[in-house]
């Protein structure tokens, strides 16, 4: 058995452990940054992340014109989280995120040097009840990737970084409490298959959340969804398997919330798969059809994304759809389709400007190449019959009828032929709204029939629910301390990131405003410091 020791333990060397790690280095603090993979793993999933925040009246709103205030964001966040009465805590952070994001995010970033691409997007305007009411999306120019390579950069050139020990390969299993205080941890060294224990005089949970383990996430699967799918696409990570969410209730730290998690509606399996069943989270296309699994258009409420990520979920998994479709055609493709994260995102990854505008006017012909060719859920064909026959041959039945598909997608191209002034289908008025907005105008098409033998050939692509964030987690106040079964603070013991619900096991409530997430961990993981360092 290896014996450490150490004044602050973190475990998890994602965004959420390495904020905190930088954080209480400048405050004069020891740390040991435990983490179970290898050195390529620091960063956890923020480097394959996009990089989107939800931020709320910052300089980059104001010169775009966009009136934003904390009080206008929290109306919003608050429509969708649908809190409980019960929900104090993510309630309060929900209060702190709007108050703080700003000054605690957006400036600290730039402080290190980032900045946002000067176009803000506007996602999740809402559905069935109010969304943003504004756009708010900033995105990082770099991605979330180049951010996280800049803060992992500092913390190995941090001038106290004598006072940082790493435990590469060493997975904590448990955590060690003395009566009313947490002691520290103990698991494996997995390079030396030796057990390892290490004292600490506070302990920060940031291992992530719980959407890496299917089993799990079928476990907690939302009850008014009905039975949980069999077939569900991995859009985290393994690693988040929600093993120290355990050793925490272990201890007596209260989970909350696990049913709260954010998936997606148009998961595709992944090009370049990392591990078994790794999904690609496609943004889905809007002049697309959305299908059933038997070619019938979704409805009545057609499926269109920049309104409510969590209603298209629901409605895909009440149905108990095993898969749906998207139709289209290459040029739409090219104009409209994208993928989340930094792999897919060269141009803003790369911080090639110049690339980066040349795509925003011309779209991205080479992302529809490699999905077409590396992706078994794209099938293309000249004509509807050929493309049903594709579509039957993937999804292994007869399902899909090449004249209920003309039945389906002829009256919709038809109300685009007759022009603007006489749409009157659902998908066509929200695609006009989305086209109001610059940010949409560029990457949405001007009303692009799909039958257009120009516009060939036909595309389809089949969607699976993908898993992404955990929403719900280890309950923390706003110092992310977490709290135990009678509402008080475990002395020693702090959550952050994802592992916490991005504050208070579960702040977005039932559905999130996008983009709180990363910006959720720096939030918890200063809070952190800032209560250990004082
Ligand atoms: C493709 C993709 C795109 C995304 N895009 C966005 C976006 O645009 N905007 C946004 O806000 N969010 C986005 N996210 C979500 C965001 O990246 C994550 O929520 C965030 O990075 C979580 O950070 P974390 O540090 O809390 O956890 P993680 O990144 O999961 O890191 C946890 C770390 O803890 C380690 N660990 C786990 N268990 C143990 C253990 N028992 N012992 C030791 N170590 C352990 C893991 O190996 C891992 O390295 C995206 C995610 C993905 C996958």
Redesign the pocket.
């Known amino acids: 058995m290896q014996h450490y020791q150490t004044e602050v333990a973190i475990?998890?060397?994602?965004?959420?452990?390495?904020v905190s790690a930088l954080e209480l280095l400048d405050r004069g603090r020891r740390v040991t940054l435990?983490?179970?993979?290898d050195g390529n793993?620091?960063?956890?999933?923020?480097?394959?992340?996009?990089?989107?925040?939800?931020l709320v009246d910052t300089p980059l709103q104001r010169r775009l014109g966009i009136r934003d205030s904390a009080a206008l964001a929290l109306s919003d966040w608050l429509s969708f989280a649908q809190f409980g009465a019960l929900d104090v805590w993510p309630r309060r952070w929900a209060e702190h995120y709007v108050e703080r994001c700003t000054a605690d995010v957006y400036e600290w970033l730039r402080g290190w040097g980032l900045r946002f691409i000067p176009a803000v997007q506007w996602v999740e305007r809402g559905l069935q009840r109010p969304g943003n009411s504004l756009p708010r999306y900033h995105?990082i120019w770099g991605?979330?990737r180049h951010m996280?390579q800049i803060l992992l950069r500092a913390l190995q050139q941090h001038p106290k970084r004598a006072n940082l020990q790493l435990l590469l390969r060493?997975?904590?299993?448990a955590l060690t409490r003395n009566g009313a205080a947490v002691t520290g941890c103990e698991?494996l060294d997995q390079a030396s298959g030796h057990d390892f224990k290490l004292e600490a005089r506070q302990l920060v949970i940031?291992?992530?959340?719980i959407t890496?383990d299917l089993a799990r996430v079928r476990q907690h699967w939302p009850r008014e969804w009905g039975a949980p799918p069999p077939m569900l696409l991995n859009?985290?990570?393994p690693?988040?398997?929600g093993?120290?969410h355990d050793?925490t209730e272990r201890i007596g730290g209260n989970v909350t919330h696990l049913e709260q998690m954010w998936n997606y509606a148009a998961g595709v399996h992944h090009p370049n798969p990392q591990f078994e069943g790794h999904g690609?989270?496609l943004i889905p296309v809007k002049t697309a059809l959305w299908l059933d699994p038997e070619g019938h258009r979704v409805g009545p409420v057609p499926l269109i994304t920049g309104f409510s990520t969590r209603d298209m979920v629901a409605q895909i998994a009440q149905n108990q759809w095993p898969h749906t479709w998207q139709i289209l055609n290459r040029r739409i493709a090219v104009r409209e389709l994208a993928a989340?994260?930094?792999?897919h995102n060269a141009a803003i990854r790369d911080r090639r400007l110049f690339a980066f505008g040349w795509q925003m006017l011309r779209g991205n012909p080479r992302l529809v190449d490699e999905l077409l060719a590396r992706c078994p859920d794209f099938v293309q064909a000249p004509t509807l019959p050929q493309l049903a026959q594709k579509m039957n041959a993937l999804a292994g039945n007869g399902a899909i009828s090449a004249t209920v598909l003309e039945q389906e997608i002829s009256p919709y191209d038809a109300q685009m032929q007759r022009g603007k002034r006489f749409h009157n289908d659902d998908q066509l008025r929200r695609i006009a709204q989305l086209r109001q907005w610059s940010g949409d105008r560029l990457r949405t098409c001007n009303f692009q029939p799909i039958l257009d033998p120009a516009a060939g050939p036909l595309i389809a692509i089949r969607c699976h629910l993908l898993t992404?964030?955990?929403t719900g987690g280890i309950q923390t106040d706003l110092d992310s301390r977490v709290l135990g079964a009678n509402g008080q603070p475990i002395a020693g013991l702090y959550a952050?990131?994802?592992?916490?619900g991005?504050g208070g096991g579960g702040c977005s409530g039932r559905g999130s405003l996008?983009?709180?997430?990363?910006?959720?961990?720096i939030l918890t993981?200063r809070a952190a410091a800032r209560h250990i360092g004082t």
């Open positions: 475990v998890g060397g994602g965004l959420a452990g390495i435990i983490e179970r993979g793993a620091l960063g956890g999933q923020a480097m394959q992340a996009f990089g989107g925040m939800a995105v991605t979330s996280t060493h997975q904590v299993q698991g940031a291992g992530g959340g890496g859009g985290s990570h690693s988040a398997d093993a120290l050793a690609l989270s989340s994260g930094a792999e992404r964030k955990s952050i990131g994802e592992a916490a991005f996008e983009g709180t997430f990363l910006s959720g961990c993981a």
